[in-house]
């Protein structure tokens, strides 16, 4: 909670991106994984296979909101190391998480492709996004809902994913107008982030900036801490 509700994230997240969701699905998964582990006389196979399907549904949720989530995957061979020598128990993980994955993730996925009927000619590629001559056919025609479009439908939209990461530019700190950091500055927030901007008449901008100083925020929680033990 101390994260979920920094002023910080919150402003950033409304401001532009979707974290709060992202970690609201990632703090389930690491409560689940830390319920896997447990060994006492509660944790029977109908409750174990039910943590791993629930892990399975709140991995896909995190991985569907944004495809950093894909960090939460290292959670997989832990548990499987702490549930070693139990092996019943680990083929019920593997089996119920991702059964639980799968379906909410092609869920997802489709929801998504059902919900696009309309094509906007003003954004990139004339509204299409680099999609293949199959998926514009698909969308002229309004069989987003066939089972039979679906498999064309996910691997252009997994593989706008790359295309896109593609097109971010290199950094370059010599440009004034540079909105990027290396990476060994993120820990630190060196450099602020300008993440929206909106024109408020002919010679005014109004622009949303995002200071992170995690630093500060490590130092300031481990103060919490320590003055609660103390």
Not at 19 to 48: A, E, P, Y
Request: aromatic letters at 14%; charged letters at 15%; proline letters at 4%.
């Amino acid at each position: 909670f101390l994260y979920i509700f920094d002023n910080a994230q919150i402003v950033h997240s409304r401001g532009a991106m979707v974290d709060s969701t992202l970690t609201f699905f990632g703090m389930l998964c690491v409560l689940l994984f830390l319920h896997l582990q447990r060994k006492d006389l509660r944790m029977n196979i109908k409750r174990h296979c039910t943590f791993s399907l629930l892990f399975g549904i709140f991995f896909a949720l995190a991985l569907t909101t944004k495809i950093v989530a894909l960090i939460f995957v290292l959670l997989l061979p832990l548990i499987v190391i702490r549930l070693i020598p139990d092996w019943r128990k680990v083929v019920l993980f593997v089996f119920s998480r991702s059964i639980g994955f799968l379906i909410t993730y092609l869920t997802v996925w489709q929801v998504h492709f059902s919900l696009g009927q309309k094509i906007e000619p003003t954004l990139p590629d004339e509204g299409y996004y680099q999609a293949s001559a199959g998926y514009k056919t698909i969308l002229r025609k309004h069989t987003q809902n066939s089972l039979s479009s679906y498999p064309v439908m996910l691997r252009d939209s997994l593989r706008y994913i790359s295309h896109y990461n593609k097109g971010v530019p290199r950094l370059d700190l010599c440009k004034e107008e540079e909105n990027g950091s290396p990476s060994y500055f993120w820990p630190f927030g060196a450099r602020s982030i300008n993440y929206r901007w909106e024109q408020a008449n002919d010679e005014q901008y109004r622009y949303l900036y995002l200071q992170s100083n995690p630093v500060a925020w490590g130092l300031g929680l481990l103060g919490v801490i320590l003055s609660t033990i103390l």
